[in-house]
């Protein structure tokens, strides 16, 4: 099985920076999406940024100029820096993995998640 473990979370203040970081482990297809999303309390979870395996990334319109997220893909690492943070930042933010398996198609792993807190 896939397991993904998150880590860098934590409080930082508005206009502050912080590195999410996310390690995939296991039976991994060479074709897949890494990724990050986050959930509000009583929201669904939305699409913060995702990158291929080629490289190819994705961001939400609230996050584009601000976050990055990059991957290495030979050790299935995935990162999310995230500048000038908002406190409509704050949430939960989980790692995701998107493999396809032929004839079932998408599969998503997910981490447990990491708490980011924007305040002063």
């Known amino acids: 099985q896939v397991q993904l473990v998150e880590s860098g979370g934590g409080l930082v203040q508005p206009g502050g920076s912080l590195t999410l970081s996310c390690a995939a482990s296991?039976?991994?297809?060479?074709?897949?999406?890494m990724g990050w999303y986050r959930q509000l309390p009583g929201k669904q979870r939305e699409l913060v940024a995702t990158?291929?395996?080629?490289?190819?990334?994705n961001y939400a319109d609230s996050v584009k100029g601000r976050f990055n997220i990059s991957r290495d893909t030979d050790k299935n690492t995935v990162a999310l820096q995230m500048n000038n943070l908002k406190p409509e930042d704050t949430a939960v933010y989980y790692c995701?993995?998107?493999?396809?398996?032929?004839?079932?198609?998408?599969?998503?792993?997910w981490g447990k998640g990491t708490l980011v807190t924007v305040s002063s």
């Open positions: 995701n993995l998107r493999i396809w398996v032929p004839v079932l198609g998408a599969k998503d792993f």
């Open positions: 296991g039976s991994i297809s060479r074709i897949n999406v």
């Open positions: 990158v291929t395996n080629g490289a190819n990334t």
